[in-house]
Structure formats: structure tokens, C-alpha cells
């Protein structure tokens, strides 16, 4: 790869950004492929073992060589997220501003399809903390749930609304993360077809997006709560010059994340307000290009009038009687229906969830544990791959890789023997992947067919 192989003008645009080296830039484009990293998953400790960590992320790990993780039955167990590491670093940001000994707080990922950063928020927050995930694009809407499903925590709603619509939950979050639609050119090298769609227009049409999105949501940021921005672009008209502009429109600080200088993360500051921005490169740290900066609000744009909170519905304590055996620490949740499915959240969350769904479109709350059928539990795939579930419930069915593959890919599985009946968790390594019922002559597979392993090869 060449100067002349990237799109006009987009390295003459470069020319001035903070710590831009082209000849270097050119070269790692030319020379190296894309790291392969993970993130594992804190909350479900697995045998997966790399000698090669991120450095700004204690769960993050390169990997040698890209495996096919789609046959890799720990991934859809949720041990691991697979994650761009640069974009870890917003892990780095919330472990810098979020103490310890604090309260409670409310997260926002606006944008958060896939779920890459919404599963890296969910490991830094406690379970009195509450994670709301939104996605704009209905259509990126499942994964997103999927991803998060996976990750196994229950204090997580997910919803699918316009960053317009959270302007009226006025001074409800204490962080939103913002990782803004973006001209991409920090994928160049993951993605040599982003260079197709990259253009001068474009850059600005996204940075008149972002300035919107921004504006839309800044309302539902409480006072002294943090934003943190970020895109994947190289471009200062869509970083410090979004900088420069937030901190004209309102009044938010600018918040210095520390770096360890052997990271060869670019520092930066706008040009106007000097706020401070974080760069990574290519041919200075393993990983894609990414922006990111942090800021503190530090005006009152208004709050949540103290409407007395109503029940949404009537409690059925003789079903919730039924339902609560299947959780661990019962007591410590809010159980609700939707339609005939028996969710349980933190019940911490109950006063949120009740506020959320007034102004915001749900479309999942919590853990949705299953249907009643008399006195027994249909259990949901969601329950399965929770961290609440009581797994004394239920029965529970060790696969081998091989098993735990045919299992995932909705087949029939081999060689498997047991004399056992009822509702079992289907296990690989320990770790829950879904759901089979045990007959006396075969087994339901019930892994959920929209997620099922499609491909027919037997073997990772």
C-alpha cells in the first residue's frame, strides 16, 4: 500500500492532527494485518490463557492468530467478547472517573451496537449500578441484546430509540457514552473497503451528526456527570474540533485521562478550549485507530420532576412464589411479567425501569427467565446464560467440543449418554450454553434457532 491507495486529500488532511507521522502511518497500513484481540469476561472466569495483555485493559488479551471463534463453544457461553483493542481504552476512562466507594450510578451507550463497549461497561459497573444500551437502527437491535444475553449481568436495559427521545429524561444519567456514527477511517486497515465511502463530504456530514446527536442527549446528563466521546476517525473535524464545540455550547469541563507513556497513545488538545482527546494510531500502539475524550458537565439543564412511582402492574405473589426458587439470592430482585414471560432485575432498578418505560422503547429488561407452566418453569435462553440462575434448579449436561459444536448448531448431538430427564443446562467447560429437555428416547435441542451456528463444519 502507497500514499496514492488511500482516498484523495484524506492524508493531506492529516497533515496537521496531533502526532501524525504519514510515512509511518502509510507504512503499518502496507505492512501489518489487524491485531486479533479479546476481552474476557470477568464475571464467567474460563481456561482461555494469553501471555500477550492490552495494556490499558486488564481483561483484554491479544491473540496470536485469528481463530474461528465461531466454533469456539466459550465464546457463545460468554467467556470473551471480541473486541478491537484500542477501543478498550473507554474501559481505562470509566475505571479513572468511577470510585469505588461511590454511589450508585446510571450509564448510557447511546449508540451501542454491537456491544462491544456496552459489555465492557457492564464489567467495570456493580450490580447496584444500572447499564442502559441503546441502539438507534432497529435492525442492530438483536445483536446488540444477544451480546449482552451473554455477558450474563441483570442489571442491563436494553432500548431502541432516537437520541431525541432521552432529552426528556432530564438529568437522569450520570455517565453517557457517546461513540458517534463516524467517517470510519480509523478501520482502514481492518476494512480497506471504508476507504470507498470516505470522503471530505462525508467527514462533515458526520460531524453535523455528531453535533446533533450530542445536543439531543446532553439534557439526560446529570450535573457533575462525566461524557465521554469517542469515534473511530482521524479526522479533527470529527474529534477536537467536537471538543471545541461542546465546550462553547455548554458548559462541560474537559477531564485529563492518565496515560502510560509506553502505550503510544497520542495526547492532544483543541485547538479553542484546550480540551483534552486521546489518539491512537496504527504505527504507535497494536491496535485501530480511535478518538476518545472525557468531560464533565457542570451546569443544571434540569431534572426528572418526582413523580410518585405507581406499580406497573399488580404483583402475583403466588406466581412470583414459583419463579423466585430459580434465582440465586431471590430476595434481592424485582420480578415482572411481559406478556406471559417472568422477567427478575435488580430490585434496585425497579423505580429506573418504571421511569425508563414511561419515555423509552424496551426491548429487554433484566433477565427474562421463562413461562409458567402450572407450577414448573419454561425456562428462556436468557436465564440459562445469566449469572443469577440457581443452577441447583436443574439438571446439568457436561458436552466435549465436539458435542457443545452440534449443540450450538441446533443438531442433533452424538454419543451422548444419560439417563437423566427433565430441563438441563448444556454445558461446555462448566459454562452454560442454552437448554435441553432430556426424554426417555432422545433430546430437545433448544437453542435458539435465530442464533444457531448455521455452517455445517464439525470441528473449530
Not at 500500500?1 to 509511518?24: K, Q, V
Not at 437502527?137 to 441483570?154: A, E, F, Y
Not at 435462553?381 to 467440543?401: G, M, P, V
Amino acid at each position: 500500500m502507497s500514499a496514492a491507495d488511500f482516498p484523495p486529500n484524506f492524508l493531506s488532511g492529516l497533515a496537521g492532527s496531533p502526532g501524525f507521522d504519514a510515512g509511518n502511518f502509510i507504512k503499518a497500513h502496507a505492512e501489518a494485518d489487524s491485531p486479533t484481540s479479546i476481552r474476557l469476561n470477568p464475571f464467567k472466569p474460563s481456561s482461555i490463557k494469553s501471555s500477550s495483555p492490552v495494556p490499558w485493559c486488564a481483561e483484554g488479551y491479544y491473540l496470536d492468530t485469528r481463530p474461528s471463534f465461531t466454533f469456539d463453544p466459550l465464546f457463545h457461553a460468554g467467556c470473551y467478547y471480541v473486541q478491537e483493542a484500542s477501543s478498550m481504552f473507554i474501559g481505562h476512562i470509566l475505571h479513572h472517573i468511577y470510585k469505588e466507594n461511590e454511589d450508585s450510578i446510571k450509564v448510557l451507550d447511546l449508540c451501542a451496537a454491537p456491544g462491544g463497549k456496552s459489555t465492557l461497561i457492564s464489567s467495570v459497573l456493580k450490580s447496584g449500578d444500572l447499564l442502559v444500551a441503546n441502539e438507534i437502527i432497529k435492525t442492530r437491535v438483536p445483536v446488540l441484546g444477544d451480546n449482552l444475553t451473554r455477558w450474563g449481568t441483570s442489571n442491563t436495559i436494553v432500548t431502541n430509540n432516537d437520541p431525541k427521545d432521552f432529552s426528556r429524561l432530564k438529568g437522569f444519567f450520570d455517565t453517557i457514552l457517546v461513540d458517534a456514527p463516524c467517517s470510519g477511517s480509523g478501520m482502514f486497515r481492518k476494512d480497506p473497503a471504508a476507504m470507498e465511502e470516505w470522503s471530505e463530504g462525508n467527514v462533515n456530514l458526520c460531524h453535523q451528526r455528531q453535533e446533533r446527536i450530542l445536543a439531543d442527549v446532553y439534557p439526560a446528563l446529570k450535573e457533575d456527570g462525566h461524557l465521554i466521546y469517542s469515534t473511530c476517525s482521524y479526522s479533527m473535524a470529527e474529534n477536537e474540533d467536537i471538543l471545541d464545540w461542546l465546550c462553547t455550547e455548554f458548559d462541560l469541563e474537559s477531564i485529563r485521562i492518565p496515560v502510560n507513556g509506553d502505550w503510544g497513545i497520542v495526547e492532544s488538545q483543541s485547538a479553542q478550549k484546550q480540551a483534552w482527546g486521546y489518539r491512537f494510531y496504527p504505527d504507535k500502539v497494536k491496535g485501530e485507530g480511535l478518538f476518545a475524550a472525557c468531560l464533565r458537565k457542570k451546569e443544571n439543564t434540569g431534572e426528572l420532576s418526582n413523580t410518585k412511582y405507581k406499580e406497573q402492574q399488580k404483583a402475583n405473589y403466588k406466581e412470583i412464589d414459583l419463579v423466585k426458587p430459580y434465582i440465586n439470592e431471590p430476595d434481592n430482585y424485582y420480578y415482572f411479567k411481559v406478556n406471559d414471560d417472568w422477567l427478575a432485575i435488580d430490585k434496585v432498578h425497579k423505580e429506573n425501569l418504571a421511569t425508563l418505560s414511561q419515555y423509552l422503547y424496551l426491548k429487554k429488561s433484566g433477565v427474562r427467565m421463562g413461562k409458567l407452566a402450572g407450577r414448573d418453569l419454561i425456562p428462556d435462553h436468557e436465564l440459562a446464560l445469566s449469572l443469577i440462575i440457581n443452577k441447583d434448579c436443574f439438571l446439568q449436561t457436561e458436552l466435549t467440543r465436539q458435542q457443545a459444536i452440534q449443540y450450538l448448531q441446533r443438531g442433533d448431538i452424538s454419543d451422548l449418554d444419560t439417563t437423566d430427564k427433565g430441563w438441563s443446562l448444556m454445558t461446555f467447560e462448566g459454562h452454560a450454553l442454552g437448554w435441553a429437555k432430556l426424554l426417555p428416547n432422545r433430546i430437545n435441542n433448544y437453542y435458539p434457532k435465530e442464533i444457531r451456528i448455521f455452517s455445517q463444519q464439525s470441528q473449530p
